[in-house]
């Protein structure tokens, strides 16, 4: 049988399914070796780093992952940063391909007037910093006011909103970072404010994440009744309606006619609400929005404004990939044909690939169609370009997957006295630490 070995760089969702699609590869007689590289000693992307830590269930994929790793030719390379430690063009001649499963991690601008004062944040900022990720732990969220904004009506938008508005009591027994946890139980914030630029029958919210709504136990969940009803009317006008569509406007009918309690805390929808401009001196002050209408099926900025004070906005409005050195990047994606890097023997999966869109398990069928590419592509002859480990620089601290695996071990027994899954690390060197 012949055998290749395969490079993967990223340990999110995208990079561990590549891995998964290879291993099954082997029903069709052939074998892979794979090296997975990561940038931090701490592995699964955004199942770690992105997934909200009200969402516990969906991060149960991560026993999928390690089972993965567990296969004897999988080695993991953690702390290991292409671009910094290694050259994707030492990696290439060593491998038979190489995926880059590198995610998008920057978020994209509003590129309006106040967008950069203190205050306001993207979510690829606001997420990772709830949820511990080494780079953004010192993120300045300010949340002594009583009102917060946040802008794009997509399911990150959507655990923005969650994780201000939910009593910090709900997030005890998750594994919000303990810094975050702490701000949250300190933060004034009552008011959350969510604000799309179209209509509730055009939000990328899916429904399961609106049905979770009117359970909320200790926040009220406004949307304005007209508001549903006239995406209703538009929605079903306008011809067939789509099924995630007509599901998600049942899921607004449900929220609008949700009685509220007069609780203290509350999230509501804005739509037809184009970001205008951040006003403030300094920081942060008011948000202005343009009001939109929907005139045959096309959105119209009537002209008229209205604001909203706060010194929160967090925009959720996408993502796109960060620059990596030897790689070409196109509009916020590595560039690529279907996933091949043309030329190359470089693959992509993953948002990397095609952008921000799809959950989680959309990753798995990406990795397969990428990898049914690269079998194709394969030369008779397998490649023998020598070990890897001879260039990484010896003051690279590898984490290996038994180094991880003490890690996350360390973090779930951490976890144990007050209940939570785990407590997150967040300091780089202690990381490397719990490994040795
Ligand atoms: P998304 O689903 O693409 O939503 C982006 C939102 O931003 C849209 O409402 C878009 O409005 C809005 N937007 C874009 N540019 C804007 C601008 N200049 N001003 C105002 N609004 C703007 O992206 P996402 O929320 O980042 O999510 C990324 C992917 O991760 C999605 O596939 C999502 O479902 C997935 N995800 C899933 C979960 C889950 O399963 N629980 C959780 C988090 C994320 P328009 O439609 O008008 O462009």
């Not at 997975?36 to 994929?61: C, N, Q, Y």
């Not at 900025?301 to 706060?310: L, R, V």
């Not at 916020?332 to 993953?350: A, F, W």
Request: net charge negative; glycine share 10%.
């Amino acid at each position: 049988m012949p055998h290749y070995k395969v490079a993967i760089i990223g340990a999110g969702p995208a990079g561990y399914f590549t891995a998964q699609a290879l291993q099954n590869a082997r029903g069709e007689g052939l074998s892979f070796s794979i090296d997975m590289f990561e940038r931090l000693p701490t592995m699964w992307g955004l199942v770690r780093s992105g997934v909200a830590p009200d969402h516990p269930k969906i991060k149960t994929v991560a026993k999928v992952f390690e089972k993965i790793a567990s296969d004897p030719n999988f080695r993991l390379f953690g702390n290991v940063e292409i671009g910094k430690d290694l050259d994707i063009e030492e990696i290439c001649p060593r491998y038979d391909a190489v995926v880059m499963c590198t995610g998008s991690s920057l978020g994209n601008k509003l590129g309006i007037v106040g967008e950069d004062l203190p205050g306001s944040l993207s979510a690829a900022e606001f997420v990772p910093w709830y949820n511990g990720h080494p780079d953004y732990v010192n993120v300045a969220v300010p949340l002594d006011g009583d009102t917060a904004v946040i802008i794009g009506a997509g399911n990150v938008a959507m655990d923005c909103a969650r994780m201000l508005a939910l009593d910090p009591t709900e997030l005890d027994a998750t594994d919000t970072a303990e810094h975050a946890l702490a701000a949250f139980h300190a933060s004034n914030i009552r008011k959350v404010f969510i604000a799309g630029r179209r209509g509730p029958e055009h939000a990328a919210f899916t429904s399961p994440e609106l049905r979770e709504l009117p359970k909320l136990e200790h926040t009220d969940v406004i949307i304005d009744v007209a508001a549903v009803h006239d995406a209703h009317e538009r929605a079903f006008a306008a011809g067939e309606v789509e099924k995630h569509v007509a599901a998600n406007l049942e899921a607004w009918r449900l929220i609008a006619e949700h009685p509220r309690a007069g609780r203290e805390r509350s999230m509501e929808f804005h739509f037809l609400s184009a970001p205008k401009e951040i006003k403030g001196n300094g920081k942060v002050e008011e948000v202005v929005f343009g009001i939109n209408e929907i005139k045959e099926g096309k959105v119209i900025d009537t002209g008229k404004t209205y604001s909203i004070k706060t010194n929160l906005v967090i925009s959720a409005i996408g993502y796109h990939a960060d620059h990596i050195k030897g790689i070409s990047v196109r509009d916020g994606k590595v560039e690529n044909d279907q996933g091949r890097v043309l030329g190359t023997n470089i693959y992509t999966v993953g948002w990397a690939k095609r952008g921000p869109s799809g959950v989680i398990g959309t990753n798995k069928s990406d990795a397969s169609d990428v990898v049914k590419l690269l079998i194709e592509d394969l030369n008779p002859e397998p490649k023998n370009g020598g070990d890897i480990t001879v260039v990484i620089p010896q003051s690279t601290t590898i984490i290996d997957q038994a180094g991880w695996t003490k890690i996350n071990e360390a973090e779930i027994a951490a976890g144990v006295a007050s209940g939570k899954p785990r407590v997150k690390e967040v300091d780089i060197a202690k990381l490397i630490s719990l490994a040795e």
